[in-house]
């Protein structure tokens, strides 16, 4: 019940396509989705968060898509560069006492150029 | 700028030894973590704090524990240093859970037990 799942593990894209990848997850008290993007060398940086009241966010390249009846959501990446070659990791908070975040295993995104 | 500092970004220990990894952050940061990562594992939870001289289990505790003297370091140690420690090790912190809970990490310690 604690777990999130992120498929694929492995990802590529050529440059100007779009880039999606998707999370699944089964606790219901679950009250924030955020995605964070990690470089090489680098530790994981937030880059765009949900809450389940909305369907979609949208910060300039960076979509999520929420669905809470299908307990789903997904990242899209429009018009990938390879700059956005990067691990994407989807987190859910745990919105009981620890508040503490679940993690996906983690998707390896290559934009080829 | 914020900044999350992890005392080494490589390590290399022999199994048995008590392994210290330090993190230190700038930002008054009631909360810190400590995750390890792993390929195809993601970020899983070791312990994380919640304020000074608090620790609580994460979860896979075993074989490690913590110290939070002040509030902002939080050191992870390994009491006796196993191979199947050998990891990437992040540290985070993050203030009071606000309405963004954004956590802000370190750059990782490689830790390697040989």
């Known amino acids: 019940q604690q777990q999130v799942k992120q498929s694929p593990q492995s990802l590529i894209v050529q440059k100007g396509g779009i880039s999606i990848i998707n999370c699944a997850y089964e606790n219901t008290a679950f009250d924030y989705f955020p995605w964070y993007q990690q470089f090489p060398g680098k530790g994981p940086a937030l880059l765009i968060a949900?809450?389940?009241?909305?369907s979609e966010k949208k910060e300039g390249r960076f979509t999520i898509s929420f669905n809470k009846s299908a307990k789903q959501f997904s990242l899209h990446i429009m018009d990938s560069q390879p700059g956005d070659s990067a691990t994407y990791f989807c987190?859910?908070?745990?919105?009981?006492?620890?508040?503490?975040?679940?993690f996906g295993t983690g998707t390896l995104l290559a934009v080829q150029p | 700028d914020v900044k999350v500092t992890q005392s080494s970004r490589y390590l290399v220990k022999r199994t048995g030894e008590k392994v210290f990894l330090e993190c230190v952050q700038d930002m008054d940061h009631e909360n810190m973590f400590w995750y390890r990562q792993d390929p195809g594992l993601g970020l899983r939870l070791i312990y994380f704090?919640?304020?000074?001289?608090?620790?609580e289990k994460g979860d896979i505790p075993e074989g490690y524990s913590v110290s939070r003297e002040k509030k902002e370091r939080f050191s992870l140690i390994l009491e006796s240093a196993s191979t199947n420690q050998t990891s990437m090790y992040l540290c985070?912190?993050?203030?009071?859970?606000?309405?963004?809970?954004?956590?802000?990490f370190g750059p990782g310690t490689r830790l390697t037990v040989l």
């Open positions: 985070a912190s993050r203030s009071r859970p606000l309405r963004h809970n954004e956590q802000f």
């Open positions: 987190a859910a908070r745990d919105g009981g006492a620890t508040n503490k975040l679940i």
């Open positions: 704090s919640y304020d000074v001289k608090m620790k």
């Open positions: 949900i809450r389940p009241d909305v």
